[in-house]
């Protein structure tokens, strides 16, 4: 939850289009001011203060505890000019929070943090536990010292500048050398090593009914320890479904604060253990519960540490524990970069650009966003034609543990690289899909409202598809009177395709019907132009024009294509022709 306190009228109107962006995450702090603050302190996970600055770090000051723990605060001044992230940057949150609270009001966002200022990931940041020399480290990798990648898998981190490398390392000037370790291991502590503690653990639990928590937390410990393995690496515990309401197990979860994954008990038996018994095949349907369930949790992993039981004094043990290690998984996210226009690239494709390690795409696409990737991101671009390819390369990529980001243009699932990677993917990494404004919805907007009503767009392209199918289907919206969208319309080397699919289309529409094109919609060299199927100049067109020819009832209003939602503007018999506007369906 999010703390809205204001101190003036202008404050409380910001706070409420905030409210408003962002439903159910918001509270209003009403009362006295400093009053406000310490609830909303003690009760949120951040904070935004519509107050000065100097005023905010009074009221704050005294609240402050630990920055693990202390929500963040933000400061938006009195005419919204800029939104300031005053305390927890990174551990609460102020950071993001400000970028967001910025997005919303139109302010410009205030971020000191050294990191962020210099578009360099915090290693409180990366989205795991941290641990040992976190500072020194920290800092070593902001002045770009060497410092040496220590891990025991490749992981889907963000890009991480060239100065911190497997490869990177020797003394500095203090005849010392700093170490960023990625593992799950307990390792001796060192003054110039930080640990990053990736969430690789499964522990399988099984207990017998009423089995306290304590001996389940001193089993889970005991395990760990002896293993050599962190309890800030463990994901989940993990056991058979009978048990998910097993007291000791729910509250033992809780403490670790990791979730209690269950699993049917047909599933665990199917799961090939070293250490099968008949005890839990009697009581719950599986010959293994502690084993099952952590390879059940870590699909494509292997168990490191076998079953254990726990170790009461006087009394037989209610439980038992065994680990298994999850095998590390790529990620993939298929990012749609829009049209072109800066403006138009989502917030969430610019996360994810900035989340990747590496980027591949067409180099003309990877040069519009190349200034959004962080130092350090590993780019791998090729030209036209090379779709298959770089498809193969991305899903590679991720398959190696990377963190990928396969970039372009448009919507990444419409006529671009979505379809071809995921046809290369399996179910060993994660994929995401973000969308991107279309060409069809730019030149759309541009034109008016030609996509009022049912549409449908078609590829002029025959590299990919028989001309003969593209025909069928052209012929198919013309019949069903559908807007059509023709995108890769012509080019040097298929000039004749637009002007047979316009005849086709002629056949079912009047002359007078609209049409739009747009050449590089929202770029720098954008132009278009309304006019009509007679009228229709295909030389003004190559394959990077949008070319939008409306249905029956498409309508030239001042310039601009419009399409009604309806019907009602065309009369029995005037296909083509102006008729009345009707009102919304």
């Known amino acids: 939850m999010i703390g809205l306190i204001a101190a003036t009228a202008a404050g409380s109107i910001a706070g409420e289009r905030l409210t408003a962006a962002w439903p159910g995450r ?9 009053e406000a603050v310490a609830r909303a302190f003690a009760e949120c996970e ?7 600055t100097g005023a905010a770090v009074r009221l704050v000051a005294p609240l402050l505890t630990d920055k693990a723990a202390d929500p963040g605060v933000v400061c938006v001044d009195e005419a919204l000019r800029h939104a300031v992230a005053l305390v927890g940057g990174h551990g609460g949150g102020a950071n993001e929070l400000t970028r967001q609270v910025a997005d919303v009001l139109g302010c410009a966002p205030v971020v000191t943090t050294a990191t962020d200022a210099v578009d360099v990931p915090g290693l409180d940041t990366l989205g795991w536990p941290v641990e040992g020399a976190v500072a020194a480290v920290g800092r070593a990798v902001l002045d770009g010292a060497p410092v040496r990648l220590d891990a025991d898998a490749v992981h889907p981190l963000p890009a991480l500048p060239p100065n911190v490398s497997p490869a990177a390392g020797g003394a500095t000037a203090d005849g010392a050398a700093f170490t960023l370790r990625v593992t799950d291991r307990e390792v001796p502590g060192e003054g110039r090593t930080a640990v990053l503690r990736p969430p690789t653990l499964v522990v399988g639990v099984g207990a017998s009914r009423g089995a306290g928590t304590e001996e389940v937390l001193e089993l889970i410990t005991r395990t760990l320890a002896d293993a050599g393995l962190s309890p800030r690496s463990v994901a989940a515990l993990a056991t058979v479904d009978a048990k998910a309401d097993e007291a000791g197990l729910v509250e033992a979860s809780a403490r670790l604060g990791v979730p209690l994954v269950t699993h049917p008990a047909e599933v665990l038996a199917a799961v090939e253990v070293p250490n099968p018994s008949e005890a839990p095949l009697a009581a719950v349907g599986t010959p293994s519960v502690a084993e099952a369930a952590a390879l059940a949790g870590a699909p494509g992993g292997e168990l490191i540490v076998p079953k254990r039981k726990s170790a009461p004094e006087g009394r037989p043990a209610m439980c038992t524990a065994a680990v298994a290690r999850r095998r590390p998984r790529g990620r993939l996210a298929v990012v749609g970069l829009g049209p072109g226009a800066r403006d138009l690239l989502t917030p969430r494709a610019r996360e994810e650009l900035r989340r990747a390690s590496v980027v591949v795409g067409l180099d003309q696409y990877v040069d519009q966003v190349r200034d959004l990737l962080r130092p350090g991101t590993r780019v791998l671009e090729s030209g036209l034609g090379a779709e298959e390819e770089r498809a193969r390369t991305a899903v590679a ?3 190696a543990g990377h963190a990928v980001a396969l970039i372009g243009s448009g919507d990444a699932g419409v006529y671009a690289m979505a379809s071809p990677a995921l046809a290369e ?15 069809a919805l730019a030149a759309a907007a541009i034109l008016g409202a030609p996509l009022g009503h049912d549409h449908v767009s078609i590829s002029l392209s025959d590299l990919h598809t028989p001309w003969e199918v593209i025909e069928r289907r052209v012929r198919a919206a013309a019949e069903s009177d559908m807007v059509v969208t023709f995108y890769n319309p012509r080019s040097r080397g298929r000039h004749w395709q637009l002007p047979k699919a316009l005849d086709i289309l002629a056949g079912h529409r009047s002359p007078t019907t609209p049409v739009g094109i747009v050449h590089a919609a929202t770029r720098a060299d954008e132009r278009s132009c309304v006019t009509t199927l007679a009228a229709l100049d295909v030389e003004q067109v190559d394959m990077v024009t949008v070319v939008v020819v409306g249905n029956t009832a498409t309508r030239n209003v001042a310039g601009r294509m419009v399409t009604p939602r309806g019907y009602r503007w065309q009369t029995a018999g005037t ?3 102006s008729g009345t506007a009707g009102g919304e369906q």
């Open 575 to 577: 296909a083509g022709t």
């Open 26 to 34: 918001c509270r209003v702090y009403e009362g006295p001011v400093r």
């Open 46 to 52: 951040g904070l935004v203060c519509f107050l000065a």
């Open 425 to 439: 993917a399996s179910d060993d990494i994660d994929v995401a899909g973000v969308p991107g404004v279309t060409a």
């Open 397 to 399: 990529e991720a398959r």
